[in-house]
């Protein structure tokens, strides 16, 4: 079990991410590491602020957890 998710679990997660929220592709991920039932788990959070029509910026943010193997086991987003 690594303490690190490789980089092409990395860029597999963010295809994820970037097919259901497009706004956010080419956002990189801000990583960190969480333990859950005594498992590995990481913590990927993009952010980006996305202009509305009317000219105001609505800040967005993706939450991904993933397992070690960079399988994800949950997905939320801000409005």
């Known amino acids: 079990m690594s303490d690190r998710l490789s ?6 997660i963010c295809k994820r ?8 592709k ?4 801000r990583v960190s ?5 005594g498992e590995l788990r990481f913590l990927l959070r993009f ?3 996305v202009q509305l029509p009317d000219g105001k910026a609505l ?6 957890v993933a397992n ?5 086991i949950k997905l939320t987003s801000s409005r």
């Not at 980089?7 to 597999?12: C, K, N, Y």
């Not at 970037?18 to 956010?24: E, G, I, K, N, T």
């Open 7 to 12: 980089r092409d679990q990395t860029e597999a």
């Open 17 to 24: 991410v970037y097919s259901r929220c497009p706004m956010l």
């Open 26 to 29: 080419g956002v990189r991920p």
């Open 33 to 37: 590491q969480q333990r859950a039932k």
């Open 47 to 49: 952010e980006k602020k």
């Open 59 to 64: 800040p967005t943010v993706v939450r991904v």
């Open 68 to 72: 070690s193997n960079g399988k994800i």
